[in-house]
């Protein structure tokens, strides 16, 4: 069982917030033999299905050149550009090889990731470069580090199954090997392009399975490494809620900061627009001192609800006409003047206030 360095056991799952920490320093599950098995086994398919293209070119590229052997200039300038002629003849073909090649790498690094994510605390928080640098915490990591006898095991099992694989591979063909000297070009060409190809995808499948055993304990030892103490456990609940705690007193202060504001909006209005439910529009008009009506506040649902019962609570006139509500909404900002389209529409609501008011008092 896992400890801390104060003896206590590790016997609690990794909380998310512990595995994202750990993910931002660089301390993910992951093997490189997964990899590795990816590029000898796709990669190893990708060049076989590319081999054929890319001997014709070689091919085209020396009938070329011996079609005119009697016309080459021996020359540095000449031997330099049959050289870049052949280079080019060759990237052409193995560029795309290689891009693909890369992207093996990289998907297979992301697949194992569960998407891709960034260390950004790898090179700041991640590293304690006085371990790194203590020849005794190496010594010590070596001898007598679990992840580094299964390093050491691993690799002598590397090394049994490829050589296995590479002599199931070479010595039923001992007798073919012998006779390659006398082989026609072409043959030679098929005979050594075949072998290439089984090593690859035989090499590819033992890889795989080595791979799969790797990751499985990768996996494992990580989630051992990650476990937290029940103390731990709750340390980072407490600090978790405590966060969210002064999250809910900060969200709480602001509304209630805002909630002044849109008080003082409110009860000097001229009159609310309502949707009647969804929106709410504050406009003031003082007679012969606004050049125009202009919207002082504006909401939408509980912000709406707040506008209306901050105008009932000071007798501010509410009108329901929700068209005109969404336009003002949607096209009118805080603080400024309607437009002129609106004038009309705004003048008989209006209108209709100062009737109302005339009535009442």
């Known amino acids: 069982m896992a400890e801390n360095q104060d003896g206590q056991e590790k016997t609690e799952a990794a909380t998310p917030k512990r595995l994202s920490d750990a993910a931002s320093k660089g301390q993910v599950a992951k093997s490189v033999d997964v990899t590795s098995a990816a590029l ?14 890319l001997l014709t070119r070689l091919q085209e590229f020396m009938i070329q050149l011996f079609r005119n052997i009697g016309y080459v200039n021996l020359a540095p300038s000449s031997i330099q550009y049959y050289y870049q002629e052949l280079i080019y003849s060759i990237s052409i073909i193995l560029l795309p090889v290689l891009v693909v090649i890369f992207f093996l790498a990289f998907f297979s690094e992301v697949l194992q990731l569960g998407g891709v994510k ?14 790194v640098f203590n020849p005794f915490t190496g010594i010590k990591n070596i001898l007598f580090n679990s992840r580094s006898l299964f390093e050491v095991g691993k690799n002598i099992l590397k090394i049994l199954v490829l050589a296995g694989v590479i002599a199931s591979i070479f010595i039923p063909k001992l007798e073919d090997i012998v006779v390659l000297v006398g082989m026609p070009f072409h043959q030679l060409g098929n005979f050594v392009g075949s072998i290439v190809f089984e090593t690859f995808w035989k090499v590819g499948l033992a890889y ?3 791979a799969i055993i790797d990751f499985s304990y990768q996996r494992y030892k990580f989630n051992e490494d990650m476990k937290m103490t029940k103390q731990e456990v709750k340390e980072e609940t407490k600090q978790s809620e405590g966060d969210l705690e002064a999250k809910a007193r900060q969200k709480s202060i602001g509304r209630q900061r805002l909630l002044r504001i849109l008080r003082e909006q409110v009860k000097n209005a ?3 627009i309502t949707n009647p439910t969804h929106y709410a529009i504050v406009l003031d008009y003082k007679q012969g001192i606004s050049s125009a009506p202009k919207v002082v506040a504006k909401g939408v649902d509980f912000m709406a609800l707040k506008i ?23 096209t009118v900002e805080e603080d400024d003047e309607i437009p002129e389209n ?11 206030v100062y009737k109302m008011n005339n009535k009442s008092s």
């Open 342 to 352: 609106l004038f009309k529409a705004i003048a008989q609501i209006l209108a209709y």
């Open 118 to 131: 960034f260390a950004s605390k790898k090179f700041t928080e991640g590293l304690n470069f006085r371990r």
């Open 40 to 53: 000898l086994l796709f990669g190893g398919i990708i060049l076989y299905l590319f081999s054929g293209l």
């Open 270 to 272: 001229t009159v609310v």
């Open 208 to 210: 795989i399975l080595i």
């Open 308 to 330: 209306r019962e901050i105008a009932e609570e000071f007798s501010i006139p509410i009108v329901e006409d929700p068209p005109l509500a969404r336009t003002l909404y949607d």
